[in-house]
Each structure stands twice: as C-alpha cells, then as structure tokens.
C-alpha cells in the first residue's frame, strides 16, 4: 500500500485541480481505495481540500503532507537499491558458479531493466556475452521427461555476429 500512497500523493501534487477519479485512473487504484486514502490524509494532516464550484474539491498537499511524501519517498528508494543489489549479488553467485571468464555467456529473454543489470554485471566482472534472438530456427528445443528443457544451437554464425 505504500506504494500507492506516494504514487497517489506524487500525483496530487503534481495537478492542481484533479478529481477521486482521475487519481484513480493514474494511480491505478480503485475509486474507493482513494476515498479511504483520501480521508485518511485529510485527517492526519497530509492532504487539505479546498471547496470549488459544485461538487469539485481540490486537494493539496499541505507541509506536513510534503514533509511526509519525501521521507516515504526515500524509503522507497532505499528498500530499491537494497533490492537491486540483492539481485546483483545473486547474478554474480550464478555467473560465477557456472562460467569462467573465457566462456562466452549467452543471454536470451526481454531485455528489461533486469537484463540491463545483468548487462552491466557482466560487463563489470569481465564476462563476455553475447545476445541471441528469439527466432526458433536458431536452436531447437528437446524436453526431456523430468520436464527440463534444453537449447541446443542450430546455427552456430549467430555467435559470430
């Protein structure tokens, strides 16, 4: 959930005229979870309405409520990075227990901010890579009966490339 507070927090900040709706259309909540929010920052001090024309409110972050986003803020990245090099710790555990540095290490998949770590890992300790596409006339795959699958490379220029 604490994600959501700074996200929905980030975002009335960021407008100064919105509605319950639209928060919940950016922050990807549901339109009662902002209520509950909503009223829940009101109360403690965090968020302050301001009544319009009708039935439109306008939320604001008071002091308190930037004071509060920014140690959430954080927070949140603190538990990130800690996160990050948990992960990077485990790349390195599995590169290292199966590779030698005179192996070519060969990395096929989405190339996300995950690979983009294990991207710079390798690059960092030395490791040569290469990526392979995602074409199945490349390799064939054979699964045997314990379920595990196997690649095996059809065409062996895609190491040369």
Known sequence: MEEYEINMLQVISDHDYI??????NEVGM?????NILIKKFIKTGIVMTEKLDG???RYMLTPKGF???????????????????????HMLD??????TKDE????????????????????????KYKWIDHEADKYLQ??????NGVFLLKDMSILLE
């Open 19 to 24: 509605s319950q709706r639209a928060i919940s």
């Open 30 to 34: 549901s339109l009662g979870n902002v």
């Open 55 to 57: 039935n439109k409110v």
């Open 67 to 89: 004071t509060y986003l920014s140690k959430k803020t954080l927070k949140f990245i603190a538990r990130s990075y800690k996160a990050v090099l948990k992960i990077q710790s």
């Open 94 to 99: 599995v590169i290292t227990s199966n590779y």
């Open 104 to 127: 070519l290490v060969l990395l096929k998949g989405e190339q996300d901010e995950i690979a983009e770590i294990l991207v710079q890992l390798l690059k960092t300790s030395g490791y």
């Open 142 to 147: 054979w699964n045997d009966p314990a379920g």
